[in-house]
């Protein structure tokens, strides 16, 4: 008896051996990516010391970190994010790069290339190309009985229209009906006479309104 009693105590001991050594169950990985990138100047030499800044969109929230002697910057663990970065460095023109999308499990590139500033001056920088000025053209302005009715177009479907009056106070956003047809109505207490009609992307037109009263 006294033998199988140490057996059987040799077998739990093992069984708790061997649910100590089991490995703790993995952590889950982070919903985060990471942007690296080096600041030069426009000569391709290294900038250390520049204060780099990424502010999400989304939240608002801000981190800087300043680029080592090599010019090299890295911020690890950021939030997948759309973000702004700003670079800033004496004597130099503060470089902006609107846009920036990082995304989980992986690393962004984005090199920051300065020029001297000959004055105190920002360069803001958006991704892909610059939309071309679009066109825009109204086709309906009426005012009648106190209600304001502006109908526009613009050759860019995506653009922003506002209203403003001839002295060039702001009245408010036409709403996007999309292909490019814009539409909004307003009471309005007296008669604008005239407005404009003005795009975020450069275009505008004037027009005089319909009074049916």
Known sequence: MRKLSVLLGGAAAAGLAALLCVAPPAVAQGSGGALAGR?????????????????STSTGLTRTVPTG?????????????TYDVTAALSGFKTVEEKGVVVN???TRTLN??????????????TPGAPAPPDGVAITNATWDARLLTIEATSTNPNAILSVYSSSGAFMFTLTNQGGGRYFDERGWVTNPEVITVRSNLGGSATATLTNNN
């Open 104 to 106: 989980v499990a992986s």
């Open 112 to 125: 920051l290339t300065m020029s001297v500033a000959g004055a105190t001056a920002t360069v803001t920088v």
């Open 39 to 55: 600041a030069a100047d426009e000569q391709g030499g290294s900038l250390p010391g520049v204060s780099v800044t990424v502010k």
């Open 69 to 81: 002697s090599d010019g090299s910057y890295r911020f690890a663990s950021l939030i997948a994010d």
